[in-house]
């Protein structure tokens, strides 16, 4: 069955570490861009390279703070935590989200705004083009990286590379593949302002294509900031696979049937399970607490994902009918 929404989020073990690996290379491809962008706006006088320096310098940041997510989601479960530290991952995420938003989209709108009121006064662009043009090399191989890893995934998971992106719960290496695949559009606007400033001797193209870099990343955070949010709130796995979760539990012997059934996604490899099973009445207490274990094993052996279960053994309709009880509580 191909994947729908957060099925995305049925990984194996490994993609921790291969996230992590991801992120990295990120991090240090665009920190080594930030300094070549930063250096070669200052010798041409392009507005367009200095938000590209700000765009890497965010993109950093969002790297670093990335890195923290994924190092303390990995954080055992404790006394004062003991679903676990897999949520606070989106919490990190959420302010890289924010970081490219501040750090990157309002500084870029900003400064194609000053361009093009106050005017700018075009230089040699000859390093913009070479560091342009060396950037554009180190954007690819990390968007490459990413790209594999996800597409990898959505392989395991026979789901569509889009919807795969779309619904993952790994927001790390969604926005790894985002925010390199904006950097290389926001790559070719800054050579096009360069262009346009060379061809015209104005420095309205260089404001222009400052403008469109910082909206540009403006929806990149929006996009980012929107997953994070969601799965921060609490996104229940997809309608189809609950309907398979059910299934599950009704195929444990002495399942009557599910009355309610609640799920969590709480991770790229972690989610909750709670429902109110209605037993067979004449099943014994033995029964019921190996009828429970049964389908905890079941659960996990289908849908590694799942870390957690809970099973609320809950008298059906007729049986609170019976004892004079809502059968609606």
């Keep these: ?28 491809a665009n920190l080594g861009i930030a300094v070549a962008k930063a250096v070669a706006g200052v010798i041409s006088g392009s507005s367009a390279m200095l938000s590209e320096a700000a765009h890497s310098v965010a993109d950093t940041v969002t790297e670093v703070l990335l890195l923290t997510a994924l190092k303390r989601s990995e954080k055992p479960a404790d006394e004062d935590h003991p679903l676990g530290y897999g949520p606070e991952r989106y919490i990190w995420a959420l302010l890289a989200a924010v970081a490219t938003f501040v750090g990157g989209a309002v500084f870029s ?6 361009t093009l009121v106050a005017g700018e006064e075009p230089g040699d662009p000859l390093v913009s083009y070479l560091v342009l043009a060396v ?8 968007l490459r990286t990413g790209v594999r890893q ?4 959505a392989e395991r998971m026979g789901a569509p590379f889009k919807r795969y992106l779309r619904y993952t719960p790994d927001t790390a290496v969604k926005a790894v593949v985002l925010e390199d695949s904006a950097a290389l559009i926001g790559l070719v606007l800054a050579a096009g302002g360069l262009l346009g400033g060379q061809l015209t001797g104005s420095g309205v193209w260089d404001g222009i294509a400052s403008l469109c870099i910082g909206l540009l990343l403006l929806y990149v955070a929006w996009v980012l900031g929107r997953s994070n949010a969601e799965l921060l709130i609490g996104r229940p796995l997809p309608r189809p696979m609950r309907e398979r979760i059910r299934a599950e539990l009704l195929a444990v012997e002495h399942v009557e049937a599910v009355l309610e059934l609640t799920t969590l996604v709480q991770g790229p490899r972690e989610a909750l399970v709670a429902a109110k ?5 004449v099943s014994t207490a033995a029964q019921i607490e190996w009828a429970c274990e049964q389908a905890e094993v079941r659960l ?10 809970y099973l609320d053994p809950t008298p059906g309709c007729a049986e609170r009918r019976h004892e004079g009880l809502n059968p609606w509580p």
Excluded: C, K, N
């Excluded at 950037?135 to 990390?142: I, P, Q, R, T």
């Excluded at 099973?277 to 009445?281: A, E, H, P, Q, T």
């Excluded at 052996?301 to 957690?308: G, I, L, Q, T, Y």
């Design 135 to 142: 950037a554009f090399l180190l954007e690819g191989y990390s």
């Design 300 to 309: 996990r052996e289908a849908f590694p994902v799942v870390s957690r279960v």
């Design 1 to 28: 069955m191909a994947m729908t929404e957060a099925e995305a989020g049925q990984q194996d073990d490994g993609g921790g570490g291969e996230s992590t690996f991801t992120v990295i290379v990120a991090a240090l």
């Design 277 to 281: 099973v209605d037993f067979r009445d």
């Design 150 to 153: 996800a597409r990898g995934e």
């Design 109 to 114: 709108l900003y400064d194609g705004i000053h």
